[in-house]
């Protein structure tokens, strides 16, 4: 992902909307991508993550796509909750064969509205 | 403790100090990844070890940048003479072993150069 400098790119929805978010990812050899949910404060929390044998995983109120064809990743949250506030980072690997070393985007603020 | 620890939270130092940061991986996790997170950024990866060795050291952008790793367990980074631009989060994560899976990340060393 490219770097936004502190003006992160934010969606705001309204609780009870589904969100999404996207990502477009740049190494087409990627094998393994991932996203995160970082609050203020806090370090990077685990979401969800695919493997690229697959274009689509479901978590609980997550669900990520995989598009390998325009190298696009989208988390979807469904019933968005104040609880969900964030940053959203998606992240993917170098490649096969390697040792999970995360290239990350810049992140996407989320803000839920009551 | 059950996740990934790291101290200090915060270093407050002037210009041209030493600090060195700490991270206590999960308790049998092998591998280990630091990476630094400049404000309203991405993540950017430093090193990455598989038990005590240090097999992508890539990420450190200059010599004054050194990290170990002893016993398979805690890590330490350390920046040697810091200039304002080491001004950031530092993380740690850590995973059970090599390759592709989910990266448990600690809340960080917020750094601050004066």
């Known amino acids: 992902g490219e770097s936004v400098g502190l003006h992160l790119p934010t969606l705001s929805v309204q609780e009870g909307d589904n969100s999404i978010i996207n990502c477009a990812y740049s190494n087409s050899a990627s094998d393994y991508f991932i996203w995160y949910k970082q609050e203020s404060g806090k370090g990077p929390q685990f979401i969800i993550d695919i493997r690229s044998n697959m274009d689509k995983r479901q978590g609980q109120r997550v669900t990520v796509l995989l598009n390998k064809t325009v190298k696009h990743l989208s988390l979807q949250i469904a019933a968005t909750q104040p609880g969900d506030s964030a940053v959203y980072f998606c992240?993917?690997?170098?490649?096969?064969?390697?040792?999970?070393?995360?290239?990350f985007g810049a992140g996407t603020r989320l803000a839920v509205h009551p | 403790g059950a996740g990934v620890s790291q101290s200090p939270s915060n270093k407050v130092t002037e210009k041209g100090k030493d600090v060195e940061l700490r991270c206590d991986p999960i308790?049998?996790?092998?591998?280990l990844y630091w990476y630094r997170q400049s404000l309203g950024q991405g993540l950017e990866f430093l090193i990455y070890?598989?038990?005590?060795?240090?097999?992508?050291k890539s990420g450190l952008p200059s010599d004054r940048f050194s990290a170990e790793r002893t016993g398979g367990s805690v890590s330490t980074l350390t920046i040697q003479r810091t200039q304002q631009e080491d001004s950031a989060v530092y993380l740690c994560?850590?995973?059970?072993?090599?390759?592709?899976?989910?990266?448990?990340f600690g809340d960080g060393t917020r750094l601050s150069i004066l």
């Open positions: 994560a850590s995973t059970p072993r090599r390759g592709n899976q989910p990266q448990h």
């Open positions: 308790s049998g996790h092998t591998a």
């Open positions: 070890f598989q038990g005590n060795s240090a097999p992508d």
């Open positions: 992240a993917e690997n170098e490649g096969p064969g390697g040792y999970n070393k995360l290239i």
